[in-house]
């Protein structure tokens, strides 16, 4: 005779809050579950996976799972999970934006057309930072241009 095991699959609540440093990902946990069922995962592809299985009776088991995809620009190396009261909660730390300027500053003599380029992905990284790097980015890339090559430059990102 088999085992046969049945299983209800349960949908928790979860929320993403977006902070000026950080973007956080709760899950409040069904009820029952604690911290030695739950698992968390993240993928090669960048999707981050809260899982749990728990008994309930004899043939019965309870399980969810909760998927979101990281963020381009969080620190992948600096995620750190932790559970509290029946909420798992996952902090992303946000890369400063002066790092992710890094690898849009031309070097100088580029031309004008490599100063345009770039002042179009700083703007685009600001609008994808959010209201706290918009400004960093912008001022920089107006700091750069004027330091590097003479000129101000009017950077509009819609």
């Known amino acids: 005779m088999g085992n046969n095991v049945s299983y209800v699959v349960c949908r928790p609540y979860s929320q993403i809050t977006r902070e000026d440093f950080q973007e956080v990902f709760l899950v409040e946990l069904p009820e029952?579950?604690?911290?030695?069922?739950?698992?968390?995962?993240?993928?090669?592809?960048g999707v981050l996976t809260i899982r749990g299985e728990r008994p309930e009776g004899v043939n019965r088991r309870n399980r969810f799972e909760v998927e979101t995809k990281l963020p381009w620009f969080c620190k992948k190396d600096e995620i750190e999970a932790t559970y509290i009261d029946g909420t798992v909660k996952v902090t992303m730390p946000k890369s400063h934006p002066w790092t992710l300027l890094k690898?849009?500053?031309?070097?100088?003599?580029?031309?004008?057309?490599?100063?345009?380029?770039?002042?179009?992905?700083?703007?685009?990284?600001?609008?994808?930072?959010?209201?706290?790097a918009a400004p960093v980015a912008l001022v920089a890339a107006c700091v750069y241009c004027i330091c590097n090559y003479q000129m101000p430059v009017c950077v509009i990102a819609c």
Do not use: D, Q, W
Request: aromatic letters at 4%.
């Open 32 to 45: 029952g579950f604690r911290k030695s069922h739950v698992k968390v995962t993240i993928s090669c592809s």
């Open 103 to 132: 690898e849009y500053v031309p070097a100088p003599g580029k031309g004008l057309e490599m100063m345009r380029t770039t002042a179009l992905k700083l703007g685009t990284t600001a609008l994808k930072l959010g209201n706290l």
